[in-house]
T-cell receptor, first 114, second 111 residues
Framework: DAGVIQSPRHEVTEMGQEVTLRCKPI?????LFWYRQTMMRGLELLIY????????DSGMPEDRFSAKMPNASFSTLKIQPSEPRDSAVYFCASSLAGVYYGYTFGSGTRLTVV | DAKTTQPTSMDCAEGRAANLPCNHS???????VYWYRQIHSQGPQYIIHGLKNNETNEMASLIITEDRKSSTLILPHATLRDTAVYYC????????????FGKGTKLTVNP
């Protein structure tokens, strides 16, 4: 299994532009999570899905952020418009249901908004 | 989620055992203890988890005290590649699936 695949690995964009981050979870996993990591705030959970349905988006910072999971093998996190304070590493993770399983994280997307 | 307390940083000599403590004094009876680590610039990696019995896998051992208020992650023979931030997280069974990460312990393995 190739693991959780995120793209792009690096993204540099100008303030005000739309940014779309992509994630392909491990096949068969029921849950998908989006995290953001900064030096100041550490790892923050933004949103998670169960069987493609958003369950908890309380971590999404504001309306500029949106996430979708149109099918079991693909999810996107969109920021529109982007701001410099959105600069961070964004991680996607997936897991099977239940406490007996750990999460598998992707390699992350490093976003820089200038 | 129950809160955990970990030292900010620790050092260990290469080849020696690394013992990383975690305090979770408010843990509930149905909550598990999970350990993850994050090597620089990579995504977090699952290590091990347990409820009340000690657990061992190919990466590490997890020792949970009888009252379950604290635990220790043991890396039996630390290598330079074990240098990472180690996170101790508590999560309940039958509740939210989400993991909430704290600040973790930065372990530095020295040659």
């Amino acid at each position: 299994d190739a693991g959780v695949i995120q793209s792009p690995r690096h993204e540099v964009t100008e303030m005000g532009q739309e940014v779309t981050l992509r994630c392909k979870p491990i096949s068969g996993h029921d849950y998908l999570f989006w995290y953001r990591q900064t030096m100041m705030r550490g790892l923050e959970l933004l949103i998670y899905f169960n069987n493609n349905v958003p369950i908890d988006d309380s971590g999404m910072p504001e309306d500029r952020f949106s996430a979708k999971m149109p099918n079991a093998s693909f999810s996107t996190l969109k920021i529109q418009p982007s701001e410099p304070r959105d600069s961070a590493v964004y991680f996607c993770a997936s897991s099977l249901a239940g406490v007996y399983y750990g999460y598998t994280f992707g390699s992350g997307t490093r976003l820089t908004v200038v | 989620d129950a809160k955990t307390t970990q030292p900010t940083s620790m050092d260990c000599a290469e080849g020696r055992a690394a013992n990383l403590p975690c305090n979770h004094s408010t843990i509930s009876g149905n909550e598990y203890v999970y350990w993850y680590r994050q090597i620089h610039s990579q995504g977090p990696q699952y290590i091990i988890h347990g409820l009340k019995n000690n657990e061992t896998n190919e990466m590490a051992s997890l020792i949970i005290t009888e009252d379950r208020k604290s635990s220790t992650l043991i890396l039996p023979h630390a290598t330079l590649r074990d240098t990472a931030v180690y996170y101790c997280i508590v999560r309940g069974q039958g509740g939210s699936e989400k993991l909430v990460f704290g600040k973790g312990t930065k372990l530095t393995v020295n040659p």
